[in-house]
């Protein structure tokens, strides 16, 4: 489990890392419809890759049970990893709103972009 989750989180941080650059290559998905779009590219990829490394750095501290303080830090460090990414991923699978500070700045001045829509007040 442990190397599997190491494993995929650092493919994930890779291609999430990928995404975020202002690359021809990165900016090719702006046009198509396809599995990558906005909120899955600066949402839900990076969330999903601190998931993997909360549960890889949770499966090292149960592997690592023989020494206390090692096993402690692990856990200490795996489990916020986990819950953080969790809710990210979360928000970007099943489209909540997410702050618009996660979106890096190429993407919020691209001409392709259509705007989030603004939440409607109620009139009482």
């Not at 493919?11 to 396809?34: C, H, I, K, M």
């Not at 590219?41 to 501290?61: H, I, Q, R, Y």
């Not at 206390?68 to 709103?97: E, N, Q, Y």
């Amino acid at each position: 489990m442990f190397f599997l989750a190491l494993a995929l989180a650092v493919v994930t941080t890779v291609g999430a890392l990928y995404l975020r650059r202002d690359t021809p290559g990165a900016r090719t998905w702006e046009r198509q419809n396809g599995i990558i779009d906005e909120r899955f590219a600066f949402v839900f990829l990076p969330s999903f890759a601190l998931t993997l490394f909360g549960l890889a750095f949770l499966s090292a501290s149960s592997l690592s049970h023989e020494n206390p303080v090692v096993s402690g830090a692990l856990l200490v460090f795996g489990f916020p990893a986990t819950l953080i990414g969790s809710i990210g991923s979360i928000m970007g699978l099943f489209g909540t709103r997410y702050p618009e500070w996660m979106i890096p700045t190429w993407r919020r001045k691209s001409p392709h972009r259509i705007p989030p829509r603004q939440r409607r007040r109620r009139n009482k």
